[in-house]
């Protein structure tokens, strides 16, 4: 993408020239918006546009202004994006926090980054422990989106304010800051440019590939952390490709999905594991089948299990429908892609036992190599060892911690902190986060058959431990776990220890579903040894 087209097609900008095309294009949200003061759920393109532009004018009245840092600190919805795209159009910094990040996090990352404005609600402003200073100390000034904290900002006393002329980031300077998924600790916020978000990580998307990319005739719903790296890739995509109707959800209960699903048959769709999990129950539905119109479904941030791939394809009456994996990080964008038919997903486990394969690198876009964890030498296909790729969409650093840029960046390869295989065809294959890495075996495999021998609504994480086998941790619905029902679903699997037993309420993820190993470690294992090293988490 060229400099001026870059430019043209900031995200600040980006909403308005789409507006522009003429083409009509729809937008359901599950809920308003909480900085929509009208409440509506039914946006078209236009709509959207001014409300971007609102926002900016409201942001720059606020006392906001060109590489001023702006933290969004709320819950979960599409407004995070507009937000991010009003900062951006007037040259500020958006600091994207997930609404599901402890207080203490938050007060770490918002200390680091010094913001003018930060923008919570009366929830997150005034918390009711009194526990450490509060938010709206580590910043400048504060706006409540929903009022009630005093020496807070509103919106309504922010509406109507002049709009100030467009002035987003050059090209190569810092647009946006957006966190990992904290799975270890206090994440890292990574710095983003317009060259390396939209000029790199979104070009491959934002092109024609029937069928894994958007039609005009699709109805897109998707389920989203909208503060991270890949709400803004995917914005790109729908506002390049334009799908006819885009489904916004906030959160995957079954009983908002369920009714607006009926009305608005989705034709693709998008979401976390933890949302396909959150909607199993729905896809068995078979008298009241909502899934019945998709033709693709796709899945990033994490693993999902095969018995939850199984029943969504199966929900599915499309002739041929697909499952799209992604593989990639927040640094990187995506580094491989790989697809799962109906047909594969209903193979039986123990036909094809292995690790789970994400694809080949993207051609021309990434490069994979499969190293020694010890010498950074490759290793042979076949053997596994850490997996380093090297793409031109890397992001620029993480804000304030060089130190930890430059534990995973080599030269221009980057430390994914993954164990994996490259198979002789040019494959990836993972075993393991090396952090949790046992030699010999892969605990996201034999997770994935675990949780497929299990009852439904059962999770299994396996920590690995220093000469011994790993422990599962196993989330059930009640807590409770019948031994046999264990011993079935162990059966024929390498050693494990005794399962730990929880309630599936009390699984410590992240804002993104993932499982935090670390404080499972910390709750059940206390000073047990694990085998990796934990340098590249």
């Not at 190599?369 to 490759?378: A, C, H, R």
């Not at 650093?397 to 490259?422: C, Q, S």
Request: some cysteine; hydrophobic content about 40%; charged content about 25%.
């Amino acid at each position: 993408m060229r400099n001026n087209q870059l430019w043209k097609s900031n995200l600040g900008l980006l909403f308005d020239r789409r507006a522009r095309t003429g083409k009509p294009m729809v937008f359901r949200l599950s809920r308003p918006l909480d900085i929509d003061p009208r409440g509506r759920t039914l946006l078209d393109i236009g709509e959207m546009a001014d409300c971007v532009r609102g926002t900016a004018a409201a942001l720059h009245a606020a006392g906001v202004r060109s590489g001023d840092r702006v933290a969004v600190f709320k819950d979960n919805h599409f407004d995070c994006v507009l937000l991010a795209a009003a900062a951006s159009r007037i040259g500020a910094v958006p600091v994207m926090l997930s609404g599901l990040l402890p207080d203490d996090a938050v007060r770490a990352l918002l200390q680091r980054v010094e913001p003018a404005l930060l923008i919570s609600d009366r929830r997150r402003l005034t918390p009711a422990d009194g526990d450490g200073k509060p938010l709206a100390s580590f910043a400048d000034r504060t706006l409540s989106l929903d009022g009630g904290v005093p020496g807070a900002l509103t919106l309504a006393e922010l509406e109507g304010a002049p709009e100030p002329a467009p002035a987003p980031r050059p090209n190569n300077e810092l647009m946006m800051l957006t966190h990992t998924s904290g799975t270890t600790g206090v994440p890292k916020l990574i710095m983003y440019t317009p060259a390396k978000l939209q000029g790199q990580m979104a070009r491959l998307e934002c092109r024609h590939l029937p069928p894994i990319t958007f039609r005009r005739s699709d109805t897109v719903a998707v389920f989203m952390p909208y503060v991270h790296a890949r709400a803004f890739t995917w914005i790109y995509s729908v506002l390049t490709l334009a799908p006819a109707k885009v489904l916004l959800m906030s959160d995957s209960d079954p009983a908002t999905v369920r009714p607006l699903f009926r009305e608005h048959p989705p034709t693709v769709i998008e979401a976390l594991p933890i949302d396909f999990t959150n909607l199993e129950d729905l896809a068995r539905e078979r008298a009241s089948n909502v899934f019945s119109s998709v033709r693709m479904f796709a899945s990033t941030f994490d693993a999902v299990y095969w018995s939850t791939i199984r029943s969504f394809l199966n929900a599915s009456q499309h002739p041929f429908p697909l499952w799209r994996y992604g593989y990639g990080q927040s640094e990187t964008g995506g580094l491989g892609m790989t697809f799962i038919t109906r047909r594969t997903a209903n193979r039986r486990r123990d036909e094809e036992p292995g690790p789970r394969t994400v694809g080949r690198p993207m051609p021309t876009f990434v490069q994979i190599k499969v190293v020694d964890p010890q010498t950074f030498q490759p290793v042979p296909d076949g053997r596994p060892g850490l997996v380093f790729a090297r793409t031109k969409a890397r992001c620029v650093g993480y804000y304030g911690e060089p130190e930890r840029w430059r534990e995973k960046a080599v030269g221009e390869w980057w430390n994914t902190g993954d164990i994996g295989i490259r198979t002789r065809t040019g494959s990836v294959k993972l075993l393991d986060r090396e952090v949790n890495h046992t030699p010999g075996l892969s605990c996201l495999e034999l997770e994935d058959v675990l949780v497929d021998h299990l009852p439904p609504r059962h999770d299994v994480a396996l920590l690995a431990v220093s000469g011994g086998p790993p422990v599962p941790v196993v989330a059930t619905p009640d807590g409770r776990l019948d031994p046999e029902v264990w011993r079935r679903a162990a059966r024929g699997l390498p050693d494990l220890a005794d399962p730990v037993v929880i309630a599936l309420a009390d699984m410590p993820r992240t804002g993104t579903g993932k499982v935090r190993r670390e404080e499972l470690r910390r709750r059940h294992l206390g000073e047990a040894e694990r085998p990796g090293t934990g340098r590249w988490t």
